[in-house]
């Protein structure tokens, strides 16, 4: 059975038709092999597509033949060759070149711009860009190049530089202040911020073996969220990076809560970053190091180790601890670490291995709390009025922006700046962000709604 596919075009000098494809296609097939198959739906699409553009290109040329001062219609110099790459296949079109006309306007201008732009379509980078921002450039240009005819500017370098182009303009963009956009229907006037490090391989062998990658997540209850990543040592605006998620939610340095890990570098950097904010200590990090803490004062070898009498007040000194950080009584705990040193330091104690060890760790969680000592709330207290106290939602963004793309499930070794702009378009992406920057690019960039009317 023969299938012929027939194109009809319609414009203001008339109607015409022309035959696109014939398909040879089996009368009495299988259930399995009804219908087209891939290769003749990418061949229809890759003719379809060369005719729309070439029709197209016609128009616009025809257009810009008259001039826009007298109105005269300029002669033609010569025709050059543009390849147009799209989704659905290259096209070749002749671009015709034109003499200027008698008047004295630079009527050339306008066809001189359309020769220098980048003759490929946007739908086509949004579409790479957002794959690779999931998978690696090379599984990308297999992926497109198995369902779609896609024949150029497709190969994996090709991916990878449509994808950092658009990086570079997301990242000139998140410099902005952007407008309030998340609504603003919500029960809580706080926003909440985390931000957290992460480590990449670096792909320099001469240089250090890994580089530092920041992520993080700013939420408002009922309001929606925003991410944000950066490469802080390739990026001098993280600052304005990070502002300009904030302003989404339209909303003050005061009424925003940042959660810290307690990392000395990066709580100084969120502090000269939003400084009026309420910086708040982690309390997963600081369990954490508090039961690394108990684990040794209560262990079945430091009890060896140790007189009965010091071993069982070193145990009541840091008994409390949790507790007391727990329900806000920062300077009792520290008081408590303190005569824990003292004991440690006792001549009976000190020159046991264990006890050496122990007053490392100590001297550690007395530090770390000392350097954050203004972030240390109310745990209980924020607990108990339905208030956040763990930075878990840092973790999961950490793990979505990096890790699952980046360092965990690609082991790839990464430039920092290549790295910068891929985050760049993986936080659009997953943020649902990406293709209303494509339309804000592009006037007329296609929607996911078809305008396609079905004939009667």
Not at 113 to 142: C, K
Not at 144 to 164: I, K, Y
Not at 350 to 357: D, G, N, Q, V
């Amino acid at each position: 059975m023969q299938i012929r596919v027939t194109l009809a075009i319609s414009d203001g000098s008339g109607t015409s038709e022309l035959s696109l494809l014939t398909l040879e296609v089996d009368a009495q097939p299988s259930i399995e092999t009804l219908g087209l198959g891939l290769a003749d739906s990418k061949a229809l699409l890759a003719r379809l597509q060369d005719q729309i553009v070439t029709r197209q290109v016609q128009s616009l040329s025809t257009a810009e033949r008259r001039c826009e001062v007298c109105g005269s219609s300029r002669s033609i110099k010569d025709f050059h060759n543009v390849h147009y790459r799209s989704l659905f296949g290259s096209v070749v079109v002749k671009v015709p070149r034109w003499r200027r006309c008698e008047c004295s306007c630079n009527c050339s201008t306008a066809p001189s711009q359309r020769r220098s732009r980048r003759w490929i379509s946007a739908e086509l980078e949004y579409v790479q860009s957002r794959l690779a921002a999931t998978i690696p450039y090379a599984r990308s240009s297999e992926l497109l190049e198995m369902l779609l005819p896609v024949v150029a500017a497709n190969s994996p370098s090709a991916v990878r530089r449509h994808t950092l182009h658009v990086g570079r303009r997301l990242d000139a963009q998140g410099r902005e202040v952007q407008p309030a956009t998340v609504g603003t229907n919500s029960d809580s006037n706080v926003t909440t911020v985390g931000l957290d490090g992460g480590y990449l391989r670096l792909c320099h062998p001469d240089e250090a073996k890994s580089f530092e990658v920041v992520a993080g997540r700013a939420m408002r209850a009922g309001a929606g969220q925003r991410s944000v990543a950066f490469v802080r040592s390739v990026d001098p605006h993280s600052h304005e990076r990070v502002r300009g998620v904030l302003s989404a939610f339209g909303r003050q340095d005061s009424s925003i809560e940042v959660f810290t890990d307690g990392e000395i570098q990066l709580r100084q950097w969120q502090l000269s970053t939003l400084p009026r904010a309420r910086h708040i200590l982690d309390w997963y990090h600081l369990r954490r190091r508090i039961a690394a803490l108990n684990a040794v004062v209560h262990s079945q070898a430091t009890a060896s180790q140790l007189r009965p009498a010091d071993h069982d007040w070193l145990s009541r000194l840091a008994g409390g601890l949790k507790w007391r950080l727990w329900h806000g009584r920062a300077k009792e705990a520290m008081r408590k670490m303190s005569a824990m040193l003292y004991v440690l330091g006792k001549s009976t104690v000190c020159r046991k291995p264990l006890a050496r060890r122990l007053r490392k760790i100590t001297l550690e969680l007395l530090g770390y709390l000392g350097n954050n000592a203004d972030s240390l709330p109310n745990y209980g207290r924020r607990y108990r009025s339905g208030q956040r106290v763990s930075s878990a939602f840092v973790e999961s963004a950490v793990n979505q922006l990096i890790d699952k793309r980046m360092s965990k499930s690609q082991q790839m070794r990464w430039d920092p700046r290549s790295a910068h702009l891929l985050l760049q378009v993986r936080v659009r992406v997953i943020d649902g962000q990406l293709r209303d920057d494509f339309a804000h690019w592009y006037p007329g960039f296609p929607s996911n709604a078809s305008p396609m009317s079905s004939a009667a």
